[in-house]
């Protein structure tokens, strides 16, 4: 028989749990946008973006043009780059990666109906949840949202896209009435370039002459099997990016230049190919502000020739910076098909070395990035990650790297950046499987004589494994020991690192413990949601050093219909995460119970903890089902409820024992 356990919540504060802002996106070179489909569900209705803007424009590409350019703006003044993918139309909130899903961009485009007051809601990035809503942007199609006004309504929703809050001060984007100027003021740019930095160098050089061009790397013994590759940003519209290349030994054939910006940036290309006497050979340019792939074909080479490409745009605005990627492909020789090469362009691969996208591009399913620099399996080989450049010293970090089989540990050095006297460090560090051959393994955290520090493990499931330490010293060096994930996980393949120092620590609730045992198997509770809000659920199984190997923690919750609406395993001694998700009001039933014990089930200790997200999840509506429920008779007060149990409390949920 179950055993029902009360537990209690200690309110901390008198309200819901707000949206966090001031949370940067973990990647902000790699966001994707897209425009969900007509009929996508946002919240239980259908989004209706197309048939309301397209009503108000032209034609779609005009509205579309305002939306991005919406997004450039803010981006071109930091560290961010966004490019516009496919949307498959999958419900809004659906579970999936938080960024990099394969089925729509990191941020959606959506429209519903929703109250009069607002024009938009957006749901800012937050680390601390795995969920896609996050970054999502949902116009209201009752508003009267037409030419005159759809700029200045997205660059706010865009900033708040971007993890900036609201502002007091009527000349900024962000702040809460619109601003008819629909312009950044110095203090949205000084905002903007606290989360990401100011913009960095662009990685090639910038004014550049074909005295000075870059030459295009190439990977060990290249005889032309694949396509020469090279990443660049335009950072300024007097930004001039040149690249060269030799064609092979010999070869005498066909080549075709690629420039591409499509799914990487809204930069508007244009391409010029000279030979080496300065002719222009070929020339292309693109009409698109959406992202775009312009091609120049040279029929004929000369092998003994150097032939130059020149990168700018014809367009004198935002859309006239940008990130793209570069390709050179010797048509007569290369094994690589044409299909495969934009989405390798689009990334996450700037920093890989030429073998290394030569191997991507050769054998996508096998690759292993950096594995010829396993040397730095232990603390005294660690790897010393250097600084990205746009970011105050020491404090962001990344790499993109691989375990081997032969290779199942791996170590880096950081160092934590100054800060003013008397305030601690908080890291955060997080781990994402490549589109290639992808893992997630974990991490542990060192500090400068290999003791371990203490850290909790915010997300280990849903493709992120999420790790943060608060209370770091200044200056100090740490370390990060990268290892393959339990089984049945994968042990092999790529994953991306990033450490961020100076983030803002998690603010995580401890939801219910309890053991489990073999005269305890189940435990059971009443959850009451009074408000949609969405949950990040933490599952942390321990044991005794008797317990089954096998032996796990199940989680299900159930909702008034008799319906599974989350489930989660916990092996025993593991910390695991899902899906973030989204609970209308309503009545659940939570369980805990033992499976996949092979013998008397051992006695097993269980925390659930985790977020939730109430203060904007999801546009207003009049929809029963989002409703808030469990008022109090006596107190209309919105942040006050009364739970069936008899609490009364101004937590937006409350667990009690079942009955």
């Known amino acids: 028989m179950a055993k029902f356990r009360p537990l209690v919540v200690e309110h901390l504060e008198a309200r819901t749990a707000p949206a966090v802002f001031s949370l940067p996106w973990r990647d902000p070179t790699h966001l994707t946008l897209s425009f969900a489909p007509d009929g996508t569900e946002i919240a239980g209705q259908p989004s209706d973006l197309f048939q309301t803007l397209d009503s108000q424009f032209p034609t779609p590409a005009s509205w579309q043009s305002l939306i991005v350019q919406a997004f450039q703006t803010w981006a071109v003044n930091t560290n961010v780059s966004v490019g516009l993918v496919s949307d498959s139309g999958a419900p809004f909130g659906v579970a999936g990666l938080t960024q990099g899903d394969p089925r729509f961009g990191d941020i959606r485009i959506g429209a519903r109906p929703m109250a009069s007051d607002v024009m938009a809601i957006t749901v800012p990035p937050d680390p601390y949840f795995s969920a896609t809503l996050s970054g999502d942007l949902i116009l209201n199609s009752s508003a009267n949202l037409n030419p005159d006004n759809l700029f200045s309504v997205v660059l706010h929703e865009a900033g708040l896209a971007l993890g900036l809050g609201e502002s007091t001060d009527p000349s900024s984007a962000m702040y809460s009435y619109d601003n008819p100027n629909a312009t950044l003021s110095p203090g949205d740019v000084q905002n903007i370039q606290a989360l990401y930095g100011t913009p960095a160098p662009d990685p090639n050089g910038s004014d550049h002459s074909f005295a ?200 880096y050095k950081v160092q934590a950046p100054p800060a003013p006297a008397g305030t601690p460090e908080v890291l955060t560090v997080s781990l994402t499987a490549l589109p290639v051959n992808g893992i997630v393994p974990i991490v542990a955290l060192f500090d400068a004589n290999a003791d371990p520090v203490s850290a909790d493990i915010l997300l280990n499931g849903n493709g992120t494994y999420l790790l943060q330490a608060t209370g770091l010293n200044p200056g100090a060096t ?103 998700v989204l609970l209308t009001p309503g009545q659940y039933q939570v369980s805990f119970s033992i499976v996949n014990a092979s013998g008397a089930a051992p006695p097993i200790g269980y925390r659930l903890w985790g977020a939730n997200l109430s203060d904007p999840i999801g546009p207003a509506s009049s929809d029963p089902t989002t409703e808030p429920m469990y008022p109090c008779p006596n107190d209309p007060s919105v942040y006050c409820y009364c739970y069936p149990d008899g609490t009364y409390g101004t937590t937006p949920y409350e667990y009690s024992p079942s009955n």
Request: charged residues 10%; aromatic residues 12%.
């Open 212 to 411: 000075t061009a870059t030459p295009m790397s190439e990977p060990p013994l290249y005889i032309g099997l694949t396509p020469l590759v090279a990443y660049g940003d335009r950072t300024s519209l007097s930004d001039t990016n040149v690249f060269s290349f030799q064609p092979v030994p010999l070869y005498t054939g066909s080549v075709t230049i690629e420039l591409q910006t499509s799914g990487i940036s809204f930069l508007q290309p244009s391409l010029e190919v000279y030979d080496q006497n300065f002719h222009l050979l070929g020339q292309a340019q693109s009409t698109s502000v959406l992202g775009d792939v312009v091609t120049v074909h040279l029929p004929n080479v000369d092998f003994l020739q150097h032939y130059y490409i020149e990168v700018g745009s014809p367009a004198q605005d935002v859309f006239g910076m940008g990130r793209y990627a570069l390709s050179v492909t010797f048509d007569g020789l290369t094994l690589v098909n044409p299909a495969s090469l934009p989405d390798i362009l689009r990334g996450p691969y700037d920093s890989l070395s030429a073998g290394d996208i030569a191997g991507l591009l050769i054998n996508p399913f096998g690759v292993l990035f950096n594995s010829e620099l396993d040397t730095n399996g232990t603390f005294l080989t660690a790897e010393p990650l250097q600084s990205q450049p746009g970011y105050p010293a020491n404090s962001q970090y990344d790499t993109v790297a691989s375990l081997s089989a032969l290779f199942g540990t791996e170590f």
């Open 478 to 580: 740490y370390y990060l020991r990268v290892t393959a994930a339990p089984p049945p996980a994968r042990a092999v393949g790529n994953y991306a690192l990033v450490a961020d120092f100076g983030g803002v620590p998690a603010d995580t609730q401890s939801f219910v413990d309890g053991t489990l045992s073999q005269g305890n198997p189940e435990d059971e509770y009443s959850l009451y949601v009074a408000q949609s809000q969405l949950f990040q659920f933490v599952l942390s199984s321990g044991a005794d050093t008797a317990c089954d190997d096998d032996a796990q923690v199940l989680l299900e919750i159930w909702n008034s219909s008799g319906q599974l609406v989350f489930s989660l395993f916990g092996p025993a001694g593991q910390t695991v995460s899902g899906a973030s």
